[in-house]
């Protein structure tokens, strides 16, 4: 009968071995990771373009002047990420007491709003008679 003897590897060339397997497939050039990254940016970037109103937000408020002219103040908010906004088209909306709608007018910012960043603007109206409240909305803008 022939006896298979056995030698034991040493536990410093197991974990050797594991270092080395481990450490090969890991390897790459970091194109991988920048080939996602442009990838994912791209694709948020031409989300961000076909719906500028969803990453743009407006807020105001409104008060009379002496000349009888309702002045809107408000602030138009980028929360997008890579595309910047300009010509923002606002839509101004006149309520009564009881919310009744008056009127509707439309105005737009002429400035460019970089990802992140926001825009104050103030705008006078001869609003309807009975305007007390005004209401903004952003409805397009050009990138």
Known sequence: MTKTTWFP???TCLIMLMFLQTGCQGKNDGKGHKDAYEQSRESMEEIEKKSPARFLTVSGSSH???LGQTVVKGTVKSKATVVSYRDIELKLSFYSKTGAL???DRETIYETIAPGKEEDFKSK???PKGTDSVALKVVSAKH
């Open 9 to 11: 590897i040493p536990m």
């Open 64 to 66: 009379r002047n002496l």
């Open 102 to 104: 008056l009127e509707e």
């Open 125 to 127: 109206y001869f609003a």
